[in-house]
């Protein structure tokens, strides 16, 4: 286990923010905390990191207890919180030279570092400019970089793609997906279902400071029961095959709205074969088929009865 957080809790003017959380990664993992403002997630990634002093819990990192030996557990962690203090006023290279004395580097390893991180993010052409001109994804990515100078094993994100382009966004995502790719583990919060989907091979959802569910996509989808839904669109004669269908095990509801058929299933791929094949015998043609897995918006909408974002 490359990093483990259990019990961590964090109260706030005696109210409980961060209630009980407990999760671990395996090095080379992607872990997602998603959920909604103010659910505890920047609190929960500030305990692992040593910014949040923590009222019970404990982080280990390599084995290494993080809050009794915070120099060496940081040396193993890169933060990237949503600003960072940048002078706009030095050029991108020299603000990362700025930040990679701040973890003892130094010399030529610095200068080749800087080069590094700068490419990783995709701004080596602009690294020579002013930081003032750039965009707040570009400084975004900045932040990025510089959490990556010191070479973390675990890289911490905290909703990196708030309030900036989409164009920064992507790049964003697919540069954290590679350095995942390469080797590096992730955490990763997010209130974006659809960034956890594409980045983590975990995820744990949190809401009101707790971690309400956890699990890979898959095994948190299947919480929600009642799955996807596969719809088929349908040519020709269309009679004679609902009762049928509405009869096949894997079907727990069958309607038809004109030439759409539309069934709910607890298992989609297997529902689709059958309900062909049912389709097939009563000699009706498909024209299309669509199916819709069951995503993590529905997940949460489940587990707390409330919609992921307001
Ligand atoms: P998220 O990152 O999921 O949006 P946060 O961890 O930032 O959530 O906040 C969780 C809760 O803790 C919120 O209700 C927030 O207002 C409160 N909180 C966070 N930091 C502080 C602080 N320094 N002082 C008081 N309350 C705080």
Redesign the pocket.
């Given at each position: 286990m490359l990093l483990e957080a259990t019990g961590l809790i964090k109260k706030?003017?005696g109210k409980t923010?961060?209630d009980n959380i407990s999760f671990s990664l395996n090095e080379g993992e992607a872990y997602g905390l998603l959920?909604?403002?103010?659910?505890?997630?920047?609190?929960?990634i500030?305990m692992i990191f040593g910014l949040v002093r923590p009222d019970g819990g404990t982080v280990m990192v390599e084995g290494l207890d993080a809050w009794q030996k915070p120099l060496q557990a940081k040396k193993l962690l890169g933060y990237v919180p949503q600003e960072i203090a940048l002078y706009g006023d030095l050029s991108a290279r020299e603000n990362l030279m700025f930040w990679g004395r701040m973890y003892d580097l130094g010399g030529s390893r610095l200068k080749d570092r800087v080069a590094q991180v700068l490419d990783i993010v995709g701004l080596s052409e602009r690294g020579g400019d002013k930081v003032e001109t750039f965009s707040g994804g570009m400084k975004r990515r900045i932040n990025i970089a510089a959490a990556l100078l010191h070479e973390p094993k675990v890289l911490i994100m905290?909703?990196p793609t708030v309030g900036i382009d989409p164009q920064s966004r992507t790049y964003i995502l697919e540069t954290v997906k590679n350095l995942n790719a390469q080797g590096t583990t992730v955490i990763y919060?997010s209130h974006y279902m659809e960034e956890v989907e594409f980045l983590c091979h975990r995820i744990g959802v949190?809401d009101h400071?707790r971690l309400i569910a956890q699990g890979t996509l898959h095994e948190l989808r299947s919480l929600v029961g009642e799955a996807g839904q596969v719809s088929f669109v349908l040519r020709g004669s269309r009679d004679g095959f609902l009762e049928a269908v509405q009869s096949l095990p894997q079907v727990k509801q069958a309607t038809l709205q004109e030439d759409r058929l539309v069934v709910t299933t607890t298992e989609s791929a297997n529902a689709l074969a059958a309900v062909a094949a049912t389709l097939a015998a009563a000699g009706v043609e498909m024209q299309k088929v669509d199916i819709q897995e069951p995503n993590l918006e529905a997940v949460f909408l489940h587990l707390t009865g409330r919609a992921l974002r307001d």
């Open positions: 706030y003017n923010v961060v959920g909604p403002n103010g659910a505890g997630k920047s609190t929960t500030g905290d909703e919060t949190i400071g």
